[in-house]
């Protein structure tokens, strides 16, 4: 499998002229070039499909925009590798995946800034405006409020609610996962895997793995090993870690719990794993060092350590999973993403990668397609879409 070698971050003054203004904006799909067309368009004709809205709550979908709009909601408190930057600092991300989702996959977005941590305000405030809304996508909210907005608001809305941060990951590294075993002839039951990072995207990682059918998988944080019993650092979510993983009870460092395993998958911080921890695990083991800018190890360095299988960050990304997984989900008028519908996606992805990748070009639309068509088809084959397929 090839590895990604480190590339040259573009600089501030090609960057800046990109996002000036921002990088989305709202336009309409038809020309308001005479009165005839305002008069269908808006007053007096728009009130006739107001009126088929209101006896049939259904045709929204099919007249207004709301079933093909996506919100991207955040608080702005865990942005990319910068930590709590406020909401304001988030919206050029929050533009960024918007444009992602209208060009791979033709899903419109509108970024919605909600400026609260407080779970029961911000929880609220979302379901206010999702009837505007086909799916939420919420980005870049910390851990372990990210998991309560979840949880609640799938419990609450008819639409689906996906957390990219935990969920668009953890598809990326299924579908890179699925690769690395069948360039190694090997099957997920016989992994054992550690974890380093127990955030967001570390455990809901864990949680899809463990279901898929790997073996065990020890969670870390930065204190070691996250086991039954531990006292320092705990709280309710890791709690629920230490029950659900490290059958062994394993405790310690991660240079230590590293020792023998299959794979190690990174979501934490830079330069944190050695060559020599490399070494230690099992033979041939796979590496994937999602850390970014820097990731846990280069691979290049994993490689040389004897890895068989090592990549980083910059191509296990969430942009190649959640555009399809939108437009999936919408097409098939889906009410909830579920556990099928993300695994059909992690095929789809293991299945358009070319010979030697691990994953597939990003920029090739039909790579949206596959997965869009795959998270449709699970939907409708697992009861949470309509009958009928929408668009």
């Given at each position: 499998?090839?590895?990604?070698q480190?590339?040259?971050?573009p600089?501030l003054e ?26 269908k ?57 918007a ?16 400026d ?60 890179a ?10 099957q997920?039951g ?26 065990d ?25 230490a ?6 009870n ?10 023998g ?13 050695s ?10 083991p ?60 992690a ?35 697992s009861?949470v ?7």
């Amino acid at each position: 499998m090839k590895s990604p070698q480190k590339e040259n971050d573009p600089h501030l003054e090609d960057i800046l002229p990109l996002h000036q203004e921002g990088k989305t904006r709202m336009v309409s799909r038809y020309s308001l070039d005479s009165v005839a067309s305002l008069r269908k368009i808006y007053t007096p004709g728009v009130a006739k499909v107001c009126q088929l809205i209101e006896e049939n709550p259904e045709k929204a979908c099919d007249f207004t925009s709301i079933g093909n709009t996506v919100a991207v909601i955040t608080n702005g408190s865990a942005v990319l590798g910068l930590g709590d930057i406020g909401v304001r600092a988030s919206m050029p991300v929050m533009e960024g995946k918007a444009v992602i989702l209208m060009e791979m996959a033709g899903v419109s977005a509108i970024p919605v800034l909600v400026d609260t941590s407080d779970p029961d305000e911000f929880i609220r405030t979302v379901s206010l405006i999702a009837p505007t809304f086909g799916a939420i996508l919420l980005e870049d909210i910390s851990a372990p409020l990210c998991f309560q907005v979840e949880d609640s608001l799938k419990a609450r809305l008819p639409i689906p609610v996906f957390h990219d941060d935990q969920h668009g990951t953890a598809v990326v590294v299924l579908g890179a996962l699925l690769r690395a075993l069948e360039a190694c002839g090997r099957q997920a039951g016989e992994l054992d895997a550690v974890i380093n990072g127990a955030g967001a995207a570390g455990w809901a990682i864990a949680r899809f793995l463990l279901n898929f059918g790997i073996n065990d998988v020890v969670l870390c944080d930065s204190r070691g090993a996250i086991y039954r019993g531990r006292e320092n650092g705990m709280n309710p979510v890791k709690q629920d870690i230490a029950e659900c993983t490290n059958r062994a009870n394993e405790q310690g460092e991660l240079k230590s719990v590293i020792r023998g395993k299959d794979l190690f998958i990174g979501v934490s911080a830079g330069g944190v794993v050695s060559p020599a921890m490399v070494a230690s695990m099992a033979p041939g083991p796979i590496v994937f060092a999602m850390a970014n800018p820097v990731p846990e190890i280069w691979p290049h360095e994993a490689i040389g350590a004897g890895a068989a299988v090592a990549t980083d960050g910059r191509n296990l990304n969430n942009a190649l999973g959640f555009p399809g997984i939108f437009r999936g989900a919408l097409n098939a008028r889906a009410n909830a993403i579920n556990e099928e519908m993300k695994v059909g996606a992690a095929r789809a992805l293991a299945e358009q990668a070319h010979e030697g990748e691990l994953v597939p070009d990003f920029m090739d639309k039909k790579v949206h397609l596959k997965v869009a068509e795959a998270v449709a088809e699970a939907a409708r084959r697992s009861g949470v879409a309509e009958q009928q397929p929408g668009r």
